[in-house]
């Protein structure tokens, strides 16, 4: 298992920016593609961005197109979530995790990720 530790959270306004980060310890970075999900309130998780192991293969969900940027450092074993534009409907716990079975590809797919970090808290507001 690898141990991952968000930061970056925060309470911004509507339209303003925000980066979230996520430290990796404990297994070869590299070995992982990384994931961004977030939960809101009483809705369930879901899944926000994602990157392969090289940097070079990104997916993203539809509402966060344009607005968000993943991005990775292997050499600071870190993967940040750049939140640009932010809304009140991004307002959630946002998660950072780790895939070693799709870690070619950049998998949406919670069920993927098998590390979890305890999460960061973003609120917007309106």
């Known amino acids: 298992q690898v141990q991952l530790v968000e930061s970056g959270g925060g309470l911004v306004q509507a339209g303003g920016s925000l980066r979230l980060s996520c430290l990796a310890s404990?297994?070869?970075?590299?070995?992982?593609?990384m994931g961004w999900f977030r939960q809101a309130p009483g809705k369930e998780r879901e899944f926000v961005a994602s990157i392969n192991w090289s940097g070079l293969r990104t997916s993203y969900t539809d509402s966060v197109k344009g607005r968000f940027t993943i991005s990775r450092d292997n050499a600071k074993n870190t993967v940040y979530l750049q939140m640009n534009s932010l809304k009140a409907e991004d307002t959630a716990d946002y998660y950072c995790?780790?895939?070693?079975?799709?870690?070619?590809?950049?998998?949406?797919?919670?069920?993927?990720?098998?590390?979890w970090g305890q999460g960061t808290q973003v609120t917007v507001s309106s």
């Open positions: 404990g297994r070869t970075f590299s070995d992982y593609a």
């Open positions: 995790a780790a895939s070693g079975a799709s870690w070619s590809y950049a998998s949406s797919e919670s069920a993927d990720f098998g590390s």
